[in-house]
């Protein structure tokens, strides 16, 4: 699992919250895969009065229960008060609680007055408390509603509101390979963008055409239908919705051109437009020289690159991509990636502006347009200075051509300086592929004329290529798996694992994203008492603590070395006698002590050794959230049993042995290869009288 990536400004804001001596409300809210839950319980570490409830789409009198059974670890006296949102809320705030309630919409589901029971407390009941309620939702519409909108009865009401978008790109790049390129950061940026679910779902092994093609574009790929399930939690009836979508991921648009694409009559679309920009889908640009409220030119773009990947190739072509089976990527996308990537490449350029003319006062930068003229990147300053780019994203070099053809559209650029006088334009050209000598030439000869390549950036940090192996595992209960007729199914063990992380190698990081293709080994001073390590430059090596060091010499010569270190966890092993069943089984458990333990699937780390699969806390130290797995409460085990009957709703599903809204999950540790994993294995446990349950050897 990647560390946690940014968001280090909502987490000191969170941080502020809750050290405030007054009560508090926020609203933390952004669509699915943003990595929202994370956030907040990363927020939430140290905090002993915190009270983290993640809702289901279950009754009232479900969430109910299982919401004080998850408070009842922090405050053991909620368990004394009467099942009711009000008496269970002023309880808690009477403690100075920290209360999360995740996916609150499920929540107003089943009670619409929970918003109203919130304003009560908060305008009369908390004025002597310290108490902070986090209502965190990934539907936007739902919300917004209850919570920001005017006529909500939390309007106004919130200390902190957090809309939760995409990481930037210097933030996604985190998730990659440490050897990824400059180039290659850019194209997987381009397919995947700064969705934390959607990069840690990528294999490091595979190229970006690869990992496009197992997770998009094969059946049961992890990202095969994700678009399409994010967008129906949202919209009732997506049809148009979708139509939309489509036509603006296949380059109409401009509200004529949707309307002509989709039907939909012209009076009638901005109903839909501003439906889908409200929820994040889509966003209206204009030309950077215009006010985005009086502009007639407007153009609508895809905001997520995955959506706008499969509205462009898959929406509707499913059936064409399954028919190329595994040779679906090279000979459909690969052909017109480059095309796909180009507005994504002008977009990092337009951000890298900022940087690349830090000494200019630039104060706006986007996009221009008018009539048959176009410029990828404009930057407005507020003196004399205009900034114009050409950005190309091709396999062949960037010719004179694209200078004299940007000098030609920036004549027709309206805007002068706010003090009066002449502008001062500044030539950037961007090329993916360097540039012919004309060019080169040109930019030797001229003073307002800037060449920049993808892999132009200078050293940003270093970071090692790290490793984890499971060293050891000391087994304290041992159970045997029964199904409901009493045969044996397999053993669950319970018990401390050693877990080993290490590393050889570190590479440098560039502040563009690129990374050193090759590792460089871990290199300490041969000589005695020394505690320098080895910097290497071409032949040249030199001790960092002694220059007079020799570490190729042939007295004290250096060694390389591995670093690392080890911690216990608690974790449980699972041996089936079939490993396809071993590994369904497995995921069906991750599954389960998400429920049981209130956690995120990121806390439970999967391990397949041999033909045994661990499951254990991804915590040092273990965080006892197996453990419920195996808990004797009055000589049952009941958290077990109720894992299988999750376990049996969770699996009911439509496709054939197994898919993203089922068995598919982070972080596995075959990254869901479907050869893997069989759901039917699992669900034949549970054909014979009653679910599968332990029995202690």
Same mark, same amino acid.
């Given at each position: 699992?990647?560390?946690?990536?940014?968001?280090?400004?909502?987490?000191?804001?969170?941080?502020?919250?809750?050290?405030?001596?007054?009560?508090?409300?926020?609203?933390?809210?952004?669509?699915?895969?943003?990595?929202?839950?994370?956030?907040?319980?990363?927020?939430?570490?140290?905090?002993?009065?915190?009270?983290?409830?993640?809702?289901?789409?279950?009754?009232?009198?479900?969430?109910?229960?299982?919401?004080?059974?998850?408070?009842?670890?922090?405050?053991?006296?909620?368990?004394?008060?009467?099942?009711?949102?009000?008496?269970?809320?002023?309880?808690?705030?009477?403690?100075?609680?920290?209360?999360?309630?995740?996916?609150?919409?499920?929540?107003?589901?089943?009670?619409?007055?929970?918003?109203?029971?919130?304003?009560?407390?908060?305008?009369?009941?908390?004025?002597?408390?310290?108490?902070?309620?986090?209502?965190?939702?990934?539907?936007?519409?739902?919300?917004?509603?209850?919570?920001?909108?005017?006529?909500?009865?939390?309007?106004?009401?919130?200390?902190?509101?957090?809309?939760?978008?995409?990481?930037?790109?210097?933030?996604?790049?985190?998730?990659?390979?440490?050897?990824?390129?400059?180039?290659?950061?850019?194209?997987?940026?381009?397919?995947?963008?700064?969705?934390?679910?959607?990069?840690?779902?990528?294999?490091?092994?595979?190229?970006?055409?690869?990992?496009?093609?197992?997770?998009?574009?094969?059946?049961?790929?992890?990202?095969?239908?994700?678009?399409?399930?994010?967008?129906?939690?949202?919209?009732?009836?997506?049809?148009?919705?979708?139509?939309?979508?489509?036509?603006?991921?296949?380059?109409?648009?401009?509200?004529?051109?949707?309307?002509?694409?989709?039907?939909?009559?012209?009076?009638?679309?901005?109903?839909?437009?501003?439906?889908?920009?409200?929820?994040?889908?889509?966003?209206?640009?204009?030309?950077?020289?215009?006010?985005?409220?009086?502009?007639?030119?407007?153009?609508?773009?895809?905001?997520?690159?995955?959506?706008?990947?499969?509205?462009?190739?898959?929406?509707?072509?499913?059936?064409?991509?399954?028919?190329?089976?595994?040779?679906?990527?090279?000979?459909?996308?690969?052909?017109?990636?480059?095309?796909?990537?180009?507005?994504?490449?002008?977009?990092?350029?337009?951000?890298?502006?900022?940087?690349?003319?830090?000494?200019?006062?630039?104060?706006?930068?986007?996009?221009?347009?008018?009539?048959?003229?176009?410029?990828?990147?404009?930057?407005?300053?507020?003196?004399?200075?205009?900034?114009?780019?050409?950005?190309?994203?091709?396999?062949?070099?960037?010719?004179?051509?694209?200078?004299?053809?940007?000098?030609?559209?920036?004549?027709?650029?309206?805007?002068?300086?706010?003090?009066?006088?002449?502008?001062?334009?500044?030539?950037?050209?961007?090329?993916?592929?360097?540039?012919?000598?004309?060019?080169?030439?040109?930019?030797?000869?001229?003073?307002?004329?800037?060449?920049?390549?993808?892999?132009?950036?200078?050293?940003?940090?270093?970071?090692?290529?790290?490793?984890?192996?499971?060293?050891?595992?000391?087994?304290?209960?041992?159970?045997?798996?029964?199904?409901?007729?009493?045969?044996?199914?397999?053993?669950?063990?319970?018990?401390?694992?050693?877990?080993?992380?290490?590393?050889?190698?570190?590479?440098?990081?560039?502040?563009?994203?690129?990374?050193?293709?090759?590792?460089?080994?871990?290199?300490?001073?041969?000589?005695?008492?020394?505690?320098?390590?080895?910097?290497?430059?071409?032949?040249?090596? &030199?001790?960092?603590? #002694?220059?007079?060091? @020799? *570490? $190729?010499? +042939? =007295?004290?010569?250096?060694?390389?070395?591995?670093?690392?270190?080890?911690?216990?966890?608690?974790?449980?092993?699972?041996?089936?006698?079939?490993?396809?069943?071993?590994?369904?089984?497995?995921?069906?458990?991750?599954?389960?002590?998400?429920?049981?333990?209130?956690?995120?699937?990121?806390?439970?780390?999967?391990?397949?050794?041999?033909?045994?699969?661990?499951?254990?806390?991804?915590?040092?130290?273990?965080?006892?959230?197996?453990?419920?797995?195996?808990?004797?409460?009055?000589?049952?085990?009941?958290?077990?049993?109720?894992?299988?009957?999750?376990?049996?709703?969770?699996?009911?599903?439509?496709?054939?042995?197994?898919?993203?809204?089922?068995?598919? &999950?982070?972080?596995? #540790?075959?990254?869901? @290869? *479907? $050869?893997? +994993? =069989?759901?039917?294995?699992?669900?034949?446990?549970?054909?014979?009288?009653?679910?599968?349950?332990?029995?202690?050897?």
């Amino acid at each position: 699992m990647t560390d946690f990536v940014n968001r280090s400004e909502e987490l000191d804001r969170l941080h502020g919250l809750f050290d405030s001596e007054t009560a508090d409300l926020a609203v933390v809210y952004g669509r699915r895969r943003l990595g929202k839950t994370r956030l907040v319980k990363k927020a939430l570490e140290g905090r002993e009065n915190a009270v983290f409830y993640q809702a289901r789409q279950k009754t009232r009198e479900l969430q109910l229960e299982q919401f004080v059974e998850a408070a009842a670890d922090t405050v053991p006296g909620i368990e004394d008060i009467r099942p009711d949102w009000e008496r269970l809320f002023r309880y808690l705030g009477d403690q100075n609680a920290i209360v999360v309630l995740d996916e609150f919409p499920y929540l107003i589901e089943q009670d619409e007055s929970l918003p109203s029971v919130l304003q009560a407390l908060f305008d009369h009941q908390f004025d002597e408390s310290e108490t902070t309620f986090v209502l965190v939702g990934s539907s936007i519409s739902m919300m917004e509603e209850a919570t920001l909108l005017g006529d909500s009865p939390l309007y106004g009401r919130t200390s902190l509101t957090l809309d939760i978008r995409e990481l930037s790109f210097d933030a996604a790049t985190e998730f990659l390979p440490d050897d990824t390129t400059a180039d290659e950061a850019v194209r997987t940026w381009s397919v995947f963008g700064g969705v934390p679910y959607y990069l840690e779902e990528l294999d490091a092994d595979r190229s970006l055409g690869e990992n496009i093609q197992q997770t998009v574009l094969t059946r049961h790929g992890s990202l095969r239908n994700e678009p399409e399930y994010v967008l129906r939690m949202e919209l009732t009836e997506p049809t148009r919705y979708f139509s939309i979508l489509e036509a603006i991921a296949g380059g109409a648009t401009g509200r004529n051109e949707i309307a002509g694409v989709t039907g939909i009559d012209y009076n009638q679309l901005s109903t839909y437009l501003d439906r889908l920009s409200r929820l994040r889908l889509i966003e209206r640009h204009v030309p950077v020289t215009e006010k985005p409220e009086r502009s007639k030119r407007s153009q609508y773009r895809l905001r997520d690159p995955l959506f706008r990947f499969w509205f462009r190739f898959l929406y509707g072509s499913a059936d064409r991509y399954d028919q190329f089976g595994e040779e679906a990527y090279d000979r459909l996308v690969d052909p017109e990636l480059a095309d796909f990537i180009a507005p994504a490449f002008e977009q990092l350029c337009c951000e890298a502006l900022w940087t690349l003319y830090d000494e200019t006062p630039i104060v706006d930068v986007g996009q221009w347009w008018y009539q048959d003229h176009e410029i990828d990147v404009v930057g407005l300053t507020d003196e004399d200075t205009l900034v114009v780019g050409e950005c190309k994203y091709q396999e062949s070099p960037l010719d004179y051509g694209a200078l004299a053809s940007l000098e030609t559209h920036v004549e027709e650029l309206r805007w002068q300086p706010s003090g009066g006088g002449s502008r001062i334009v500044e030539y950037a050209l961007f090329s993916r592929s360097g540039f012919t000598d004309s060019i080169r030439g040109a930019a030797r000869e001229r003073d307002d004329v800037r060449l920049y390549t993808i892999d132009d950036s200078p050293v940003q940090s270093t970071f090692t290529d790290r490793d984890t192996d499971v060293l050891s595992f000391d087994s304290e209960r041992s159970f045997t798996l029964e199904d409901g007729d009493g045969n044996d199914l397999g053993t669950v063990e319970y018990g401390d694992l050693e877990v080993l992380v290490h590393a050889t190698s570190y590479r440098a990081k560039y502040e563009n994203g690129a990374v050193d293709a090759r590792p460089t080994l871990f290199e300490r001073c041969g000589v005695e008492g020394c505690p320098g390590t080895v910097t290497r430059s071409g032949e040249h090596a &030199q001790c960092t603590e #002694d220059p007079q060091h @020799d *570490p $190729d010499g +042939l =007295d004290d010569p250096s060694e390389f070395v591995r670093l690392g270190y080890n911690y216990s966890t608690e974790g449980v092993r699972l041996s089936l006698g079939d490993e396809v069943e071993t590994h369904t089984f497995a995921h069906a458990l991750r599954v389960s002590l998400q429920y049981l333990g209130g956690v995120d699937i990121r806390e439970i780390t999967e391990s397949i050794e041999d033909e045994s699969v661990y499951i254990f806390d991804a915590q040092e130290g273990g965080a006892e959230i197996t453990r419920t797995l195996i808990e004797d409460i009055e000589g049952t085990f009941k958290n077990f049993d109720d894992a299988m009957e999750l376990v049996e709703r969770h699996y009911e599903c439509d496709c054939e042995s197994g898919c993203p809204l089922c068995t598919y &999950q982070y972080g596995c #540790d075959e990254y869901n @290869d *479907p $050869d893997t +994993l =069989d759901r039917q294995r699992v669900i034949r446990m549970f054909d014979s009288v009653g679910s599968p349950s332990l029995v202690l050897k």
